[in-house]
């Protein structure tokens, strides 16, 4: 079982920034992929970013140029910078740990989400 915890999620203006982190403890595997996916309002659960162990990371178009992944390994941190946020990039961000080169989540049995942070992103 691996547990998933975000933190750093709250109302931020158009334009403004945010930082996202996320701790994980148990049984992770050697191997891993973690990031973050996005839920939108009415909307389904999408991939943001992912970075695996080895650093190689895996980010949405839109997200480009705007949003930055990093992790700390010896610390199963993972974190993800917001920039330039937009009314658009509203949503609940939910931490996850697989195995999936690219970061999906297709529910195979190191597919873990964390409990999902609020970011509002006001106009």
């Known amino acids: 079982q691996v547990q998933l915890v975000e933190s750093g999620g709250g109302l931020v203006q158009a334009g403004g920034s945010l930082n996202l982190s996320c701790a994980a403890s148990?049984?992770?595997?050697?191997?891993?992929?973690m990031g973050w996916h996005r839920q939108a309002p009415g909307k389904q659960r999408d991939l943001v970013a992912t970075m695996n162990t080895g650093g190689s990371t895996n980010y949405a178009d839109s997200m480009k140029g705007r949003f930055t992944i990093s992790r700390d390994n010896a610390k199963k941190i993972v974190y993800l910078q917001m920039n330039n946020l937009k009314p658009e990039d509203t949503g609940v961000y939910y931490c996850i740990h697989t195995v999936h080169p690219m970061g999906l989540m297709l529910g195979g049995r190191f597919d873990y989400w964390g409990q999902g942070t609020q970011v509002p992103v006001s106009s």
């Open positions: 148990g049984s992770t595997f050697s191997f891993n992929v």
